[in-house]
Each structure stands twice: as structure tokens, then as C-alpha cells.
């Protein structure tokens, strides 16, 4: 039976108590949605943590165990393996957030196609004294992330009032106007906000070995990569909730090219949309590859066409031969861009020219890293 470490053996009992007063809807999600605390208490949005197990040692995510420890863990051969938070943990975190003032939860959570949380927060609001409405986002990672922090903002201003009376003034509405449908009618709409936004985003993968999906169960129809696994390396995707098999191909090099070229398409006529770069213990590669996405925004928006960065960047040929579809065009509204990557936290400088957003690096979420294994480099393209 899996133990528990001391710092992080309550984690999620915690979740809530140190919120002095919650929203009247209030957000919930998990830990490989990839928010950094401050981007979490900015929208109002409470993480529990699902747990790591190292040798039958269960650790909370994110609060004492991070995506390096896991790589070290993996390469050392050790038994790593993850579990949900149970359902008394969501049931304790609902509880605090009704006696916060909250009067609804939307709880927004990764596919319960590949993990039980889904499961847990059912359960769990079956015995809330507050109504609470579960999402399946169908992704996870910052997928899961922008989709939450999309749903979050789309609250109006008195959906932040747990207090009667205390409503904005400039709104003209006070927490003792406001009804309990009210209350149902947002949180509705909050919930739809985030099914949207997760099932408009794509998430593609470059993964190193199949082996740490097999491990996990959760391999799906990619399967039937693992046939040649040695000898290729494969792409794959999030669809339906499910880990599916994109393409094949004979080398690294190869595959992180059609992983840009892939990656372009799919934001190809939008508007505005979140690019996510990830990976688990290959932060050269996806630097690079984070450099072509870059380039091909600027350039694209500098000119109105198809970048072409045919030169050579080295061991893993990233800017090789990936000239492809570009985000946007040159008169069409500013990007919003957002990178993330394990192994190096840190951001880059703006976007010179008429994409100002900078492009941020930060670490794979711990469990994600569990699933890809090191050497894992993905994608997220999600429309605003």
C-alpha cells in the first residue's frame, strides 16, 4: 500500500483554507492543468493536486514533488505510477468553498478517459452541500489550463461577491440581489465556456519511447506503434479524450519537424489562439522548436505568408524542411502566445514587431511526465 509523505499527505484536504471568501461560483480544477499558483489565485481558480507514487511513496503534485524528481525518478528505474485525489478530498475542498460563500462549483478536470478525477468529483458533489457541475475537458496540460482560465473570466463581475452587500459598486448589483438562479444560469455558462475551449484545442506529441504510455495503461489506439517502437519515433494526439497515433517516423529530427509543420496547421485561420510548447527532460529540443513557432508568427504577420526556416538548427534538424501553414495573417488581431516546457522555468524576451506577447517556458506537469516519459515534446494549439 502506497504511503504518503508528510508535507504533502493532506495537500488536497487543504485546498480552500486559505481562501477568506470564495466566489459565488467558484472554479475547481487539477494539477496537470499546468496554472502556476499565481495564475490560479489571479482568476480565482482552485488546483488540487493529484499524487505521484515513487516505491509506494504517495506525494502530492505540485506541492512536494515536481516533473525533475520524476524524470530522475524514471531514469533510475524506480516503480513510478499516479493516482487521482479521492473523492472525500473533492468533497472536503467543496465543503470549504460553501463555507467560503460559494453557492455553485464548476469543477473542470483532464479526460476521465485517462485518469479516475473525473470519477472523484462526481461522487464527491453528490454529497456537496453546494450544487456542483463537473466537466470532462477531454484534454489535459495547459489545454486543460487555458480552457479553465477562459471559463474563469467569463464569470460577470458580481459572480466574485460571497458577502451580501458587497457587490462592485460600479456594477449595481450586490450579493443580496443576486438569486440562486442567478447562480445556476453563470455557472452553466462557465461550464460551457470550458468544454469549448478544451474541445477547440489540439494537443500532438512527439514522444521518445511508447514504453511510459504502456506502463500507465493508457496508450489507447497507439498501440499499434508499439509493433516497430523501436525503430520509429511516433507522433501522437489527444482525441476524443484518448491518446491516438498521429504519424510515424524514422527519426527524431523527422518527427519534431512534422511536429512544428503539424502544430501550424492547426492553427491555421485563427484569429487569436494559445500555443503551448511542453516536455518532459528535452529542453534544447523544444527551445528550438519554441524558436520556429516564434519565427513563423513574426513572419507570418510581417508578411502575410508562409515562412519558410529551411535552415539547418543542428543535431535535431528542428527549422529543417518545416515550412508550412502559419497563424493568422498579417492585418488580423495580435496572437496570445504561450510556451511551456519542463526542465527550464524562465521566459523568453516579446515577440519584436506586431506580435508583442512573450513566449513563457515552464515545467510539464509531474504526472504528464509519468505518462510521456523523458524526452517528451508537445504541442497545444487552442483558440481563443
Known amino acids: 500500500m502506497a504511503t504518503q509523505k508528510s508535507s504533502g499527505a493532506d495537500a488536497a484536504d487543504r485546498v480552500g483554507r486559505s481562501v477568506p471568501r470564495a466566489p459565488l461560483v467558484a472554479v475547481v480544477t487539477d494539477s496537470t492543468s499546468a496554472l502556476t499558483a499565481a495564475e490560479a489565485q489571479a482568476a480565482g481558480v482552485v488546483v488540487v493536486p493529484l499524487h505521484v507514487i515513487v516505491d509506494d511513496e504517495q506525494r502530492a503534485e505540485g506541492v ?51 485518469s479516475g478525477t473525473c470519477d472523484a468529483a462526481r461522487l464527491a458533489a453528490q454529497d456537496s452541500p453546494i450544487p456542483v457541475t463537473v466537466v470532462d475537458s477531454g484534454t489535459t496540460g495547459l489545454a486543460l489550463g487555458y480552457a479553465v482560465l477562459g471559463a474563469a473570466a467569463l464569470r460577470p463581475a458580481w459572480a466574485g461577491v460571497a458577502d451580501a452587500g458587497q457587490g462592485p459598486a460600479q456594477s449595481g448589483v450586490t450579493g443580496s440581489d443576486v438569486t440562486g438562479a442567478d447562480v445556476a ?112 508568427l513574426h513572419a507570418d504577420r510581417e508578411t502575410g505568408r508562409k515562412a519558410d ?56 506537469p509531474a504526472v504528464l511526465a509519468v505518462h510521456l516519459g523523458p524526452g517528451a515534446v508537445g504541442v497545444v494549439v487552442t483558440p481563443l
Open 64 to 114: 512536494d514533488i515536481g516533473p525533475q524528481e520524476v524524470i530522475d525518478a524514471l531514469r533510475r528505474g524506480r516503480r513510478v505510477s499516479t493516482s487521482r485525489p479521492s473523492p472525500a478530498a473533492m468533497l472536503r475542498c467543496y465543503e470549504r468553498l460553501a463555507a467560503a460563500g460559494a453557492q455553485a462549483v464548476v469543477s473542470v478536470h483532464l479526460s476521465a478517459q485517462l
Open 185 to 296: 444560469v453563470v455557472a452553466e455558462q462557465v461550464a460551457a465556456e470550458a468544454r469549448r475551449r478544451a474541445a477547440a484545442s489540439v494537443v500532438t506529441c512527439y514522444v521518445h519511447s511508447l514504453e511510459y504510455l504502456r506502463r500507465g495503461g493508457r496508450i489507447g489506439a497507439a498501440a499499434t506503434f508499439l509493433g516497430g517502437a523501436l525503430a520509429i519515433k511516433p507522433l501522437i494526439a489527444l482525441a476524443g479524450g484518448r491518446v491516438e497515433p498521429v504519424e510515424k517516423l524514422r527519426t527524431s529530427a523527422r518527427a519534431l519537424a512534422r511536429l512544428t509543420e503539424l502544430s501550424m496547421e492547426a492553427a491555421t485561420g485563427l484569429g487569436q489562439a494559445r500555443i503551448a510548447v511542453q516536455h518532459a527532460d528535452a529542453a534544447d529540443r523544444a527551445a528550438r522548436l519554441a524558436d520556429d513557432v516564434r519565427a513563423r
Open 309 to 364: 526556416l529551411g535552415a539547418d538548427r543542428g543535431a535535431d534538424g528542428i527549422g529543417a524542411d518545416t515550412a508550412g501553414p502559419a497563424l493568422g495573417r498579417a492585418d488580423g488581431p495580435a496572437a496570445d502566445v504561450g510556451v511551456r516546457s519542463g526542465g527550464a522555468d524562465g521566459e523568453t524576451g516579446p515577440i519584436a514587431g506586431p506580435i508583442a506577447d512573450p513566449i513563457a517556458v515552464r515545467e510539464l
